[in-house]
């Protein structure tokens, strides 16, 4: 891989844009490093659909901060604009260049680290109990895992969207981002918080069962939010 033009520009204005969250929000200097490290591999992404994937990447350090610290108006915004990105990528993809390998592959890599901060954020600030940050580590840890798992096999997997993994995601999305915002706007959460401890380890466990239903069968596998299939 080689540095490309869309890399270095979107790079710069994401590095821009994090010295301004930095000093404006009074964030710990050392936050910076997390964008300098994103950026770094930020340079070497093709394409304009990868760039807005790898926005979520961004979003992680705020998401942790404002969960951890309690802002959770802020984290509302945070969540509404990771999803809007979820949303867009697809969109930009096929305006500007066909979907990708690389690109299915980018995505549940940079929803897992959005995801984690998000739910470990949470977790420490009090909103949601440790044990469910820890079930939506999990939900994305595992693909990941798995699809380590096909490549040592010696498959090479395409990755791709599937319906049930982006329905999985935005429900994730909704429900902490949605507790964020009422306990922001100081109005009653339970129901929000009740249906995520609920929804997202199903969510999870339909996750391991069709992984496991998939690394069974010997030509192709589907993961829950990414196919992954024999290259011929």
Request: glycine residues 12%; hydrophobic residues 55%; positive net charge.
């Amino acid at each position: 891989m080689r540095i490309t033009w869309t890399g270095v520009v979107a790079t710069s204005i994401n590095q821009l844009i994090g010295v301004a969250w930095v000093l404006g929000t009074g964030a710990p200097l050392w936050w910076l490093a997390w964008f300098v490290v994103v950026g770094a591999f930020g340079l070497f992404i093709p394409g304009e659909a990868n760039q807005v994937t790898l926005e979520r990447a961004y979003l992680a350090a705020p998401a942790l901060v404002y969960g951890v610290d309690g802002r959770l108006g802020y984290l509302a915004i945070v969540v509404a604009v990771a999803g809007l990105t979820d949303l867009v990528d697809g969109t930009v993809a096929r305006r500007f260049n066909r979907p990708t390998q690389f690109g299915g592959g980018l995505d549940p890599v940079v929803d897992g680290v959005f995801m984690g901060a998000l739910s470990i954020g949470l977790a420490v600030g009090g909103v949601f109990p440790v044990w469910l940050a820890l079930v939506v580590i999990a939900r994305y840890l595992l693909p990941a895992v798995a699809g380590g798992l096909l490549l040592a096999m010696g498959r090479r997997p395409q990755l791709r969207h599937t319906l049930m993994g982006q329905v999985s995601t935005v429900l994730i999305l909704v429900l902490l981002g949605g507790t964020a915002l009422l306990r922001g706007l100081n109005q009653d959460a339970s129901g929000f918080a009740a249906g995520a401890e609920v929804v997202i380890p199903i969510a999870t466990v339909a996750t391991y069962v069709h992984l496991a239903w998939s690394l069974r069968r010997p030509v192709a596998s589907r993961e829950a939010g990414y196919t992954l299939e024999r290259s011929r």
